[in-house]
């Protein structure tokens, strides 16, 4: 007879790290791939994750300045031809519409018809078209800042996809501003990397760096693009938010122009910032365990669930019990919010019902039954510890907002310490190759990490990258100002880079 | 000298209704239209609007069981095929993809490249791809119901489009449901109307008449469409909402089959239901009135506007008034909600600054100088009313909630009044062709209402409607149990039905 499995997930991470993902993904109920090649359907537990992150990322939009508008999803095709390097970066995988109706093809089915003078896109970004308008509203600097923000859907035709990291279709806001000099756009590329940074740490509980790419890997037109980046469990750096000023590449392509305080006509200075639901393949490989999803309770769901157990005929005491706890705890109030309580009382076996919550990455499970009644007390399982235990239901309703405080510390500090455990200073090529090299190519195992190395030319380090399959992920904007040499040149180096293999 | 205009919109409603639209869209800086053809930009007045409606239509959709998911914006043309009256509903006004790059043009610029072995279009509605999602999912009568909404952008390639109205590009909602039995289903499209009706008159302060659409009327594959038909100032109908009870046609399609208790394998029944960025266009055409927009209280972006009044050396004193006033006002609430303040304390001229907010529709504006601060007092003027007047501070504070729900009933009040005053019976047709005909084709003259006629036989009076260019709003649910005789026709008829002129 086979064994039966340890765990929730099969494989673990440690047996196969890509598997388990898409694994976690579906034991979770999260999403799935959809008929339409690189599209995926969000499924109602991974699309109220994505609201919550919505909300929060939202609120501090909001509170930083922003007001959100809508743009249209299309954009014609010459649009894109205006900037040499956006449309150089993003014109080979786009959507584009030519057609505006169907109609009977001879041959049975449908064909398209009334063919458009002008192709359109579907937006992979909205700088063009925003642009567009932006240069009909400016006219003077009392017209500026404008501070803008769109939540919308984007399409890049990508070849390889995988489940809210890379998809042809995905959901995302995306900010874009004018300002009048170039000190203020500055600013504000500052400005929202450190919200990113800020929602990364303090609701995703990811530990994030923030820095600047290097040229090569700047977004398509910018200036400089600001970055955080994440390490997941299997060592890779996730980009899971960017920044970019954009200096006056865009408003000179767009003809974005205003008269200064000073009556002078000067282009305008912009930037664009956005993060997308890969922040969902982000947290999930932040935190989910060999059992499934684990979520940081500022952005779950549902904090508590509870889960009755009973035989038919003590069925009413116990359900009576439970709606007043589910009552006095969702009085109570996590971070500035009531706590979130649901009841699951399908009929479901115990087991089968606990592994669906655990695998959702619930917080807290309460399962609840006669003998924890006469004792006044639950049965509590934390998601981010392995064992259950009792706690009186007094202590649990005066304490639940400090436990769900303590289980969001608790997956900030084990990423935190993940990160510090694979994270390493490097200064000779023979160390950096040890650091990300495999025995075995083809193996899961797990290796590597964040290489912090001076460096002094990107363009020269390309083939030794190349041959590693390992990438610049940013500049660290702090405590990056001792100089010294090229870990693989031995040239001076103002600053140091973070190295890693990357999704 | 030309005499300086009565109102802060030229034209006026009686001059010229089509374009006092147009003009009231521009004056409270709601949208505008884009480079792309039918596609609006919504700017961030109108997304705020747009943003408060979107939260309450949400919170009722989870109050009825709903979850929020996400589904692919493009379509595969088959899919469009399946369902043969769907596919003769949409197929002639769709945006199709038929490739996934651009290449540089041997004779200059980009053109399409990379073609797709099957065309996709943007979705116009989701029907046919949500459900062929939803044949994966249901396999017992265990995973029925399936309750799930989406918040989306749609396209429609319409030839005559109108801001908010009708435009190419249009933001939704689109409720999608799966039942095990007809009874469920029917009982799911009652609820959503009603739901549509509940917002519509207690939010938007919009009465509203719920109908079923007669068979030529009804969305493309449906058994029974629902509709919520309002007045607007103009005295035409529009379409608010739908609910579709889809019977078993789309599951028949797309093979959406459960095994029932009994172990029957049976088509499910499904519903469907929308609304869309047209309410900010039926809201305006509501409430709106020759100085601009007038925004129902529940819906405002911002309740109260604050507009100081000094000179330099007055300004502290003023300014820390006004801002006592406005966190007291702001403690205050309404419709379970704080009430919403804010300040505008930009330099320009008082005149410009208080028509800035009328043309808005701000519910309530204070006008704040010295002087009132030695009375303890601010001018206010109500958004509904022509006469500003001053009130003392602490009845302000102590009655903000009250006033603001004042309005919200005066403006459902008064468009209640006007539908009630050309809402007629009409029971032949001499006096029905008299009730629509103008003397003056091409003139501005607003005439005609909402007529409710016994019919028998929606075919036969196509002819009279046409050349009317009246339509069949809808069979009213309530108050519709006497029989009598067409009205045109002669012929018994069990029902009455509203016709109008209609968007």
Same mark, same amino acid.
């Given at each position: 007879?086979?064994?039966?499995?340890?765990?929730?997930?099969?494989?673990?991470?440690?047996?196969?790290?890509?598997?388990?993902?898409?694994?976690?993904?579906?034991?979770?109920?999260?999403?799935?791939?959809?008929?339409?090649?690189?599209?995926?359907?969000?499924?109602?537990?991974?699309?109220?994750?994505?609201?919550?992150?919505?909300?929060?990322?939202?609120?501090?939009?909001?509170?930083?300045?922003?007001?959100?508008?809508?743009?249209?999803?299309?954009?014609?095709?010459?649009?894109?031809?205006?900037?040499?390097?956006?449309?150089?970066?993003?014109?080979?995988?786009?959507?584009?519409?030519?057609?505006?109706?169907?109609?009977?093809?001879?041959?049975?089915?449908?064909?398209?018809?009334?063919?458009?003078?002008?192709?359109?896109?579907?937006?992979?970004?909205?700088?063009?078209?925003?642009?567009?308008?932006? &240069?009909?509203?400016?006219?003077?600097?009392?017209?500026?800042?404008?501070?803008?923000?769109?939540?919308?859907?984007?399409?890049?035709?990508?070849?390889?996809?995988?489940?809210?990291?890379?998809?042809?279709?995905?959901?995302?806001?995306?900010?874009?501003?004018?300002?009048?000099?170039?000190?203020?756009?500055?600013?504000?590329?500052?400005?929202?990397?450190?919200?990113?940074?800020?929602? &990364?740490?303090?609701?995703?509980?990811?530990?994030?760096?923030?820095?600047?790419?290097?040229?090569?890997?700047?977004?398509?037109?910018?200036?400089?693009?600001?970055?955080?980046?994440?390490?997941?469990?299997?060592?890779?750096?996730?980009?899971?938010?960017?920044?970019?000023?954009?200096?006056?590449?865009?408003?000179?392509?767009?003809?974005?122009?205003?008269?200064?305080?000073?009556?002078?006509?000067?282009?305008?200075?912009?930037?664009?910032?956005?993060?997308?639901?890969?922040?969902?393949?982000?947290?999930?490989?932040?935190?989910?365990?060999?059992?499934?999803?684990?979520?940081?309770?500022?952005?779950?769901?549902?904090?508590?669930?509870?889960?009755?157990?009973?035989?038919?005929?003590?069925?009413?005491?116990?359900?009576?019990?439970?709606?007043?706890?589910?009552?006095?705890?969702?009085?109570?109030?996590?971070?500035?919010?009531?706590?979130?309580?649901?009841?699951?009382?399908?009929?479901?076996?115990?087991?089968?019902?606990?592994?669906?919550?655990?695998?959702?990455?619930?917080?807290?499970?309460?399962?609840?039954?006669?003998?924890?009644?006469?004792?006044?007390?639950?049965?509590?399982?934390?998601?981010?510890?392995?064992?259950?235990?009792?706690?009186?239901?007094?202590?649990?309703?005066?304490?639940?907002?400090?436990?769900?405080?303590?289980?969001?510390?608790?997956?900030?500090?084990?990423?935190?310490?993940?990160? &510090?455990?694979?994270?390493?200073?490097?200064?000779?090529?023979?160390?950096?190759?040890?650091?990300?090299?495999?025995?075995?190519?083809?193996?899961?195992?797990?290796?590597?990490?964040?290489?912090?190395?001076?460096?002094?030319?990107?363009?020269?380090?390309?083939?030794?990258?190349?041959?590693?399959?390992?990438?610049?992920?940013?500049?660290?904007?702090?405590?990056?100002?001792?100089?010294?040499?090229?870990?693989?040149?031995?040239?001076?180096?103002?600053?140091?880079?973070?190295?890693?293999?990357?999704?």
């Amino acid at each position: 007879m086979a064994k039966a499995p340890q765990n929730a997930i099969s494989p673990t991470r440690a047996e196969d790290y890509p598997e388990w993902y898409q694994q976690v993904i579906r034991a979770a109920d999260m999403a799935e791939n959809s008929p339409v090649r690189g599209c995926m359907v969000i499924k109602p537990w991974g699309y109220r994750l994505w609201e919550n992150m919505q909300r929060a990322l939202d609120d501090m939009f909001k509170a930083t300045g922003h007001q959100n508008a809508y743009f249209p999803l299309l954009i014609p095709m010459s649009f894109l031809e205006k900037e040499a390097e956006h449309v150089e970066g993003f014109a080979k995988e786009c959507a584009v519409v030519t057609h505006h109706r169907l109609e009977p093809d001879p041959n049975g089915g449908l064909r398209p018809a009334g063919k458009l003078d002008e192709p359109l896109i579907i937006r992979p970004t909205s700088e063009t078209i925003i642009g567009a308008t932006y &240069a009909k509203w400016v006219q003077s600097y009392r017209d500026l800042p404008i501070l803008i923000n769109q939540w919308a859907n984007v399409m890049r035709w990508e070849l390889r996809t995988r489940m809210f990291l890379r998809t042809a279709e995905f959901l995302w806001q995306e900010g874009h501003t004018v300002h009048a000099t170039e000190a203020e756009a500055i600013e504000e590329t500052q400005r929202m990397i450190d919200v990113y940074a800020d929602f &990364a740490e303090n609701w995703m509980a990811m530990p994030v760096t923030i820095g600047s790419k290097t040229p090569g890997e700047r977004f398509p037109g910018a200036v400089d693009t600001m970055t955080i980046e994440a390490m997941m469990q299997d060592r890779k750096a996730l980009q899971a938010g960017t920044s970019h000023f954009l200096g006056q590449n865009f408003s000179r392509a767009q003809e974005i122009v205003f008269q200064s305080e000073s009556g002078d006509r000067e282009y305008a200075w912009t930037t664009s910032w956005g993060v997308s639901t890969r922040l969902i393949g982000a947290l999930i490989m932040t935190h989910a365990d060999d059992d499934g999803l684990v979520l940081p309770p500022k952005l779950a769901p549902c904090h508590v669930i509870i889960l009755p157990i009973y035989k038919d005929e003590q069925r009413a005491e116990v359900m009576e019990y439970i709606h007043s706890l589910r009552d006095e705890l969702a009085n109570q109030r996590f971070n500035d919010a009531p706590v979130r309580v649901e009841i699951d009382d399908r009929d479901l076996r115990g087991g089968e019902k606990k592994w669906h919550h655990v695998k959702r990455g619930v917080p807290i499970r309460l399962e609840i039954g006669p003998k924890d009644i006469e004792k006044r007390s639950a049965f509590m399982g934390r998601r981010d510890q392995p064992k259950s235990s009792p706690i009186g239901r007094d202590e649990l309703v005066a304490t639940i907002g400090t436990i769900l405080g303590d289980i969001q510390n608790q997956l900030y500090n084990k990423a935190a310490q993940l990160r &510090a455990d694979h994270s390493v200073s490097i200064d000779n090529e023979a160390d950096f190759r040890a650091f990300f090299a495999t025995d075995d190519p083809e193996s899961h195992e797990i290796h590597g990490g964040f290489a912090h190395c001076h460096f002094a030319d990107e363009d020269s380090l390309q083939p030794l990258l190349k041959e590693l399959k390992v990438t610049i992920r940013c500049i660290p904007r702090e405590g990056n100002d001792e100089p010294g040499t090229c870990f693989a040149t031995g040239k001076p180096a103002a600053k140091k880079a973070i190295f890693a293999k990357a999704y």
